[in-house]
């Protein structure tokens, strides 16, 4: 079962696209009634892109001795788990791992959005026009080979406790759709993580988009059959989101369970 009283994803301010102080979202979290809570910062390194979606040094630093204040203030009504969410970059492995060993982390999550390309990097999960128009031209079907190749070496190569994301590629481009090859891909990807012994995320922001989390069930199906356990994530970017749609993820297990094992290549 996913426990619903643990919201694994949270981002705040710091990461230059969400807002709210760390503070505005343990609140909430107690308000909602969470036992226990992951903040889970962005940090990405070798990235060239317009536009800065992660913490700076400085902010880490900020975000570490902040979340310890607000760990120790409501200690007694609610769990604080300092984490970060690390962004793959193939060129950049020793620089992360350099990162990674300036802080002590409570969870490492690992996802893939910047894919490096002739002309800078490209957002795989952002829905903005000039990403998806980018997409195109590089070629939807290659994005995703690449994708989950990469994503491999990822949790070959990096400390993550639980896999972010693992649909990102999929996410807005709207001729993206998984064939048999990257099928294959991905069962090679789920193999890894049940051999690390890692969490796969189930991401509850899919409901406000598609009316079904991310990934898809198909994606959960391939990981429950091989008996990953799957955490729930709200991904907020704001307090209010924190804990957003956790409610419908008890009938979300019974579509899995109950609809049986999906065939590979659907």
Known sequence: MIDTTVDN???TRLCHHARGELEEYVLSAINKGLRKIFFLEHLEVGIDYFESTWLTDDDFAYYHAEGKRLREKYRDEISIGL?????YNPRCVTEIEQRLALQTWDRIGISYHFLETDSGHLNMVSSKQINIDRLDQYGIDDVLDRYYKDLMDAVKKLPGQVLCHIDAALRHHPK????PSHHALLDELLDLVADKN?????????????????????????????NIPLVAGSDAHCPEDVGRYFDRLPGL??????????????
């Open 198 to 226: 890692m969490y796969l995320e189930v991401n509850t922001s899919g409901y406000k988009t598609k009316g079904e989390p991310y990934p898809s069930l198909t994606i959960l199906k391939k990981a429950v059959k091989r």
């Open 253 to 266: 297990m019974e579509k899995i369970i109950d609809r049986g094992q999906v065939a590979d290549g659907v």
């Open 83 to 87: 984490g970060v969410e690390v962004g």
């Open 9 to 11: 994803h949270i981002h």
């Open 176 to 179: 993206a759709k998984l064939k």
